[in-house]
Each structure stands twice: as C-alpha cells, then as structure tokens.
C-alpha cells in the first residue's frame, strides 16, 4: 500500500511564502512524475506543477516564476516553495504521484492540505 501525506500549508499574508512538502510511503519500488495540483472552492482540480524522475519540471502559467518544484528520489519527498503569494492562490493542495508498488503502476493521491492567502 501507498500513502502519500502532505504538510505545510496555512494561512499567510498576501505576498509571503510557504513551503508544501509530500511524503510518499508504503511499498514503493519507484515513483516516476510527482506533482502538484490545486482546488479551489466552486473550481475543478488544476495542476500546479509536477516533475519527472530526471528532475524536469513543468509549471502552470499562473505560478511561473513564483513557485519552485523539487523532489528528492533518496527520501521519497516532493516539495513546493511557493513565494509572492496571492490570494488567488488559496485552494487545498494535493500531492499526487504515479507509483511502481508490488501492484505495478497506480496514480495516488495524498489527502490535501489548505493554503490560505489573506490579509
């Protein structure tokens, strides 16, 4: 079994920072794209960023330039530095990965954690 677990988010001032982390766990033989997406209420789930196992990420528009991607293979983690926040960034964030389990192949979700950007 896989379980993937967010941490990090919050409530933070227009213009801060947070920093997202996804811990994947379970019987893992190799994790292949590792992303981010994001819902906000009223809206469908959007992808955020995500990166392969070579390292090459690929970013929405909307937080180019702002946000940074990073995973580290050893550990199993993805992370998400997220500067000049605004509020229209407030939605849950999810973690999601696509894993090579004893199952063989399987697309999992973690469970979301919220990002609130308010003054």
């Known amino acids: 079994q896989v379980q993937l677990v967010e941490s990090g988010g919050g409530l933070v001032q227009p213009g801060g920072s947070l920093r997202l982390s996804c811990a994947a766990s379970?019987?893992?033989?190799?994790?292949?794209?590792m992303g981010w997406y994001r819902q906000a209420p009223g809206k469908e789930r959007e992808l955020v960023a995500r990166i392969i196992s070579d390292g090459s990420p690929n970013y929405a528009d909307s937080v180019k330039g702002r946000f940074t991607i990073s995973r580290n293979n050893a550990e199993n983690m993805l992370y998400l530095q997220m500067n000049s926040l605004k509020p229209e960034d407030t939605a849950v964030y999810y973690c999601?990965?696509?894993?090579?389990?004893?199952?063989?192949?399987?697309?999992?979700w973690g469970q979301g954690t919220q990002v609130t950007v308010s003054s």
């Open positions: 379970g019987s893992i033989f190799g994790i292949k794209t």
């Open positions: 999601n990965a696509w894993v090579v389990s004893f199952r063989g192949g399987g697309d999992y």
